[in-house]
């Protein structure tokens, strides 16, 4: 603002003046001030105290008032010198790639598919995305909790059916197949949001582009990878960039079917082991430290977001 | 979108068989993803001696509406849908009053730290409540509110509000300037100019922004889980969790569960149907512009 009023020529008083009321104007800030006073209320404070208590030792005598003990970064060495939190982590971290690649996948191919077919068939297909993407989390966890049911769940029926025998069969005991029904969930889940926003890149796509590439001979594959994929190349990265870091916080839906009775400590992700430690355990020290890591992860993955979102609006 | 044109155009250079290939798979993926959806409908309209059957029963023939009216009889319901009206409603007003107020500074003044203000909302929009909630559970057990509507209002407030501005900046600022300032030729004030000329040009973009908090608040878990721990103070999401740990230990009567998930789904369906256009536009911001 100020190099651009500077050499204008314009009577620098003048300039002055209209930068000072520019400058001087509340107006703006004090419609600021109620959204900022309630982040700060309700995420800055926390915040603070999460570092801060990061940083103390919290056991027992401080349940009692005793003052906390600064500890610097023991709290910190000690939670990842925990093999436990490092089998967290890990899980974490496959859980999340696994479930991100899967729906990326299966969403560019639904999209493609919305592309390929005819119009009542697209909208038909539309549609079961649009209801599935609707249903609050918690209302698809208790129906894919019933469709997995071990007694009369329709999964194993139909497995049964099938000539295997699934009779009873416990999905949610064995950590593997835990996070196979976990998995299913997920992305069928987040499907529909790749699907919609790829399908809207998709339509972007000139049709004499892709008609003059046929006729020079470019076969399905080559459409592909030459002109669709780059194409949609920007969508996706941000597409598969939410992705990732959404399956990375992923918390309801493995609260839930720890809930429906699977065994809780093999099947822990991040979020469910923070809020074990602190809401469980009451160790606030190390649920702080454990929060400062996913907060300081997401960070780091959100930056290109944040900056795709700031180049887009500019 | 001309799709006709497009499909025309499509039909010349692809092989049939392709197409139908492709259709095919369209169908069984769409089976796919709304049969859970038409599981719970189905399963909460069917008594629990045909769900505890040794088939299953794909169509609700023989069903009635009993698992509802006995969800209703009971007075869990009533106090759950409570809770979550009046969270659900505190939080969409504020938020639309705050994000509204801070979209119109942004995006209507020049101001120093305006960028740093939008850097940082674009940020804290980003932060997952799971790695804050141990923090905003102190932060409420401290301020004595937890268990209360109060509490998680305020807590969903801020996750909404970063996301509402962000939106809402973009409706404010599609609406041209000079509109205002004509008005202003004409004779109104800059409130009045305000009020009377963009303001009824911002009412869609209210309405999407309203939804999304609404959306946001009718169905959130985290922050519900951690803050409201009496259940006399559970929302509904809360309250169909309930079922489900009931669930491991003992034999359910899953018609009545589906009956209570329908009942939480489907105002949520409804409204995530007027608003998903923006919500999907919004979140990947002009990146499908192409």
């Known amino acids: ?314 | 979108m001309s799709t006709a044109t497009a499909t025309v155009a499509k039909n010349r250079y692809r092989v049939r068989p392709s197409r139908v290939v492709a259709t095919v798979v369209a169908l069984i993926l769409a089976l796919g993803w709304a049969f859970p959806v038409y599981w719970m409908l189905n399963s909460s309209l069917l008594p629990n001696t045909m769900l505890t059957g040794s088939t299953p029963h794909f169509l609700p023939l023989g069903g009635s509406l009993d698992n509802f009216a006995a969800i209703f009889r009971g007075g869990t319901f009533w106090s759950a849908l409570g809770m979550s009206v009046a969270i659900t409603l505190t939080t969409v007003v504020f938020c639309l009053l705050f994000a509204f107020a801070a979209a119109l500074a942004i995006s209507r003044f020049r101001f120093k730290g305006r960028a740093s203000f939008v850097l940082a909302v674009l940020f804290i929009q980003m932060l997952p409540a799971e790695g804050l909630f141990i923090a905003q559970y102190k932060l409420m057990s401290s301020l004595n509110l937890l268990n209360s509507v109060a509490g998680v209002s305020i807590l969903y407030i801020a996750a909404v509000v970063p996301f509402t501005i962000w939106m809402l900046r973009g409706f404010v600022a599609g609406v041209p300037i000079e509109l205002e300032e004509a008005a202003m030729v004409d004779g109104l004030s800059r409130t009045q100019a305000f009020f009377r000329i963009t303001f009824p040009l911002l009412a869609p973009g209210l309405v999407a922004s309203g939804v999304y908090a609404f959306l946001q608040a009718w169905n959130e878990f985290t922050v519900a889980l951690v803050i409201l721990q009496k259940e006399e103070y559970q929302t509904l999401p809360l309250w169909l969790r309930g079922f489900v740990q009931a669930s491991a230990t003992r034999e359910t009567d899953w018609g009545q569960v589906m009956a209570a998930s329908t009942l939480v789904a489907v105002p949520v369906i409804i409204f995530f149907l007027i608003v998903q256009g923006r919500l999907t536009s919004g979140l990947v911001a002009g990146s499908v512009k192409g």
């Not at chain 1, 800030?29 to 919290?58: C, E, N, R």
């Not at chain 1, 991040?270 to 702080?288: C, E, H, N, P, W």
């Open chain 1, 1 to 314: 603002m100020t190099a651009l009023t500077a050499p204008t020529g314009a009577p620098p008083k003048a300039a002055e003046q209209l930068e000072h009321r520019q400058r001087f104007s509340p107006t703006p800030y004090l419609l600021l001030v109620p959204a900022i006073a309630v982040l700060l209320l309700a995420l800055g404070y926390p915040l603070v105290w999460q570092v801060i208590t990061s940083m103390q030792k919290f056991g027992l005598a401080q349940q009692f008032g005793k003052p906390p003990e600064f500890v610097g970064l023991a709290n910190y060495t000690r939670l990842f010198t925990d093999p436990q939190t490092w089998a967290v982590v890990g899980r974490s971290i496959a859980f999340c790639l696994v479930n991100a690649v899967i729906t990326v996948v299966i969403g560019v191919g639904v999209a493609l598919l919305m592309n390929a077919v005819g119009t009542i068939t697209r909208l038909i297909l539309q549609i079961a995305m649009l209801l599935a993407w609707a249903m609050p989390v918690v209302a698809s966890m208790t129906v894919w909790i019933w469709v997995f049911d071990w007694r009369r769940g329709i999964v194993n029926w139909g497995l049964t059916q099938l000539g295997l025998d699934f009779t009873n069969h416990n999905w949610l005991e064995q950590p593997l197949s835990f996070y196979f029904v976990a998995t299913v969930i997920v992305v069928w889940m987040s499907v529909p949001f790749v699907a919609f926003s790829v399908y809207a890149g998709l339509t972007q796509i000139s049709e004499e582009v892709m008609e003059a590439a046929a006729l020079d001979g470019a076969g399905p594959r080559q459409r592909f990878f030459s002109i669709i994929l780059p194409m949609i190349r920007p969508v996706l990265m941000i597409v598969a960039l939410l992705q990732v870091i959404w399956d990375l916080r992923v918390f309801t839906q493995i609260k839930m079917l720890q809930d429906a009775g699977a065994p809780i400590a093999e099947t822990d992700l991040l979020g469910t082991y923070i809020y074990r430690l602190g809401v469980g355990s009451s160790d606030f020290a190390m649920a702080s430290a454990l929060s400062i890591f996913v907060l300081l992860l997401t960070v780091a993955l959100s930056f290109f977001y944040v900056l795709h979102l700031m180049k887009e609006d500019s």
